[in-house]
């Protein structure tokens, strides 16, 4: 589960959500994937690991998943 991953701490980057025990943000991760880098590419890059960033992907799908779409006709 991403909650041994991810934390939101308001004196760290400003409370965005980051990987546990780095200042490495989730929308930075989730940035690099979409960008085209691989697991193990952003895992080097930033020095987490490849479980850090499947939290991460976990992480943004709860949050979209909870988004309210209002459609105006």
């Not at 308001?10 to 409370?15: F, K, L, P, Q």
């Not at 780095?22 to 940035?31: S, Y």
């Amino acid at each position: 589960m991403f909650e041994d991953r991810i934390i939101i701490d308001s004196e760290i980057r400003h409370g965005k959500p980051i990987i546990k025990g780095t200042r490495v943000p989730i929308d930075i991760i989730l940035g690099s994937l979409a960008g085209g880098m691989e697991i193990e590419e952003v895992a080097g890059e930033y020095g987490v690991k490849r479980e850090d960033i499947l939290a991460a992907i976990e992480y943004a799908a709860k949050v979209v998943a909870k988004e309210e779409i209002i459609v105006h006709a």
